[in-house]
């Protein structure tokens, strides 16, 4: 399917930032989207480029009765060549279809949506960021379209891509962060829709998030809904451990996001033949582990921060300090290692680095 390009005229296009230090994060959006639609019985049809505007929703749309709708997060780079590259983005994509396919939603082309943000970014390559530790976000979003009140998977689905610079995730950058043992309330449920990457799947974490920001905390550890026992993510990152020599993650068993960041570690720290397990953690033994001194580092992984390092962890009321409140050096090793890949910056052993300008 060829994608149809409409340019933005001089008109509607958009103030760029000059201070790429204040850019924050998710706040301000190129000047053009990618868009595809899609029927059942017809498929995807009409991919098109255009300049950046409202969607148009009829008020019964399905996506704001039943919250059928799934999304992804990914970067682009500016090399230190001078290249523009992304960063493992057909995993993304097949997350996303796997997350569809658990809402009863189409799976996209993967090769379409490719050529489209290619397309996309190359069109808008001046909003993409320069300075250290900024990027070009990138955000997929599949949403239901068709107007129909009754619990059933819409027939009809509107798939686009946004693009913004952004700046570092958290305002701490790679300063320690601390986190709070959520035991009140519960994220995910296996069986549930943990492990999909969808709106309902977030909004279930608002509010622990809330309260947890308002005691001074960055994060919430999640724990296991049905046992309150076994540590699984932090918000918006997976979680990994180093107890003794031994690095610790929680399994994939439907409850929480397959990252691809998290898997890009896990890929590094065997390859570098470290002792690293994805196995239920509880949270009993992280704290125990903590007050022996075996708790070497903590950090969470994600495509927005890459690698946040855990200073402090609180459970029930206690703080515990991890890496005496530092970054430790296995955190700072995995991000120098996967930052040096999506820059350009050493060789790509992987393969997960895709030039495309």
């Not at 960063?87 to 082309?109: G, Q, T, W």
């Not at 601390?178 to 549930?192: F, M, Q, T």
């Not at 990994?240 to 890009?264: K, M, Q, Y």
């Not at 009993?284 to 992984?301: C, N, Q, S, W, Y």
Request: glycine content about 10%; some cysteine; hydrophobic content about 40%.
């Amino acid at each position: 399917m060829e994608v149809k390009i409409t340019p933005a005229k001089p008109g509607e296009l958009k103030e760029k930032p000059t201070d790429e230090s204040k850019l924050g994060f998710g706040d301000i959006l190129a000047d053009h989207l990618f868009l595809t639609d899609y029927e059942t019985g017809k498929g995807w049809f009409n991919a098109r480029i255009e300049p950046y505007g409202n969607l148009s929703l009829d008020p019964a749309a399905m996506i704001l009765h039943y919250g059928q709708e799934v999304f992804e997060g990914l970067k682009a780079y500016y090399g230190k060549d001078g290249g523009l590259y992304l960063f493992r983005a057909r995993e993304n994509f097949k997350r996303l279809n796997r997350s569809a396919v658990r809402l009863c939603m189409p799976e996209v082309d993967i090769d379409l949506v490719m050529e489209g943000l290619k397309q996309l970014i190359l069109l808008d390559r001046d909003w993409v960021p320069k300075s250290p530790g900024t990027s070009l976000y990138i955000r997929p979003t599949m949403l239901a379209t068709e107007p129909h009140l009754g619990v059933r998977p819409s027939n009809s689905y509107i798939f686009y891509i946004i693009i913004g610079p952004v700046g570092a995730y958290y305002k701490e950058g790679l300063n320690p962060v601390k986190i709070h043992v959520e035991d009140k309330y519960v994220r995910a449920v296996v069986g549930g829709i943990g492990d999909a990457k969808t709106c309902g799947n977030y909004a279930a974490s608002l509010l622990a998030a809330e309260e947890a920001k308002k005691k001074g905390f960055t994060q919430v550890l999640w724990l296991d809904a049905v046992e309150r026992k076994y540590v699984e993510e932090v918000g918006t990152m997976n979680m990994f451990f180093v107890i003794d020599e031994e690095i610790i993650t929680a399994p994939l068993t439907g409850s929480i996001l397959p990252g691809i960041t998290r898997d890009s570690v896990i890929h590094m720290v065997k390859d570098w033949g470290l002792k690293m397990s994805e196995r239920s953690l509880s949270i009993d033994d992280v704290i125990t582990a903590a007050k022996d001194g075996r708790l070497k580092e903590a950090f969470g992984t994600g495509t927005a921060a890459v690698i946040s390092p855990v200073g402090q962890i609180t459970y029930k009321g206690e703080d515990y300090i991890v890496a005496g409140g530092k970054m430790g050096d296995l955190s700072q090793k995995l991000y120098n290692e996967i930052v040096a890949i999506q820059y350009a910056e050493k060789e790509d052993p992987y393969g997960w680095r895709e030039r495309i300008g």
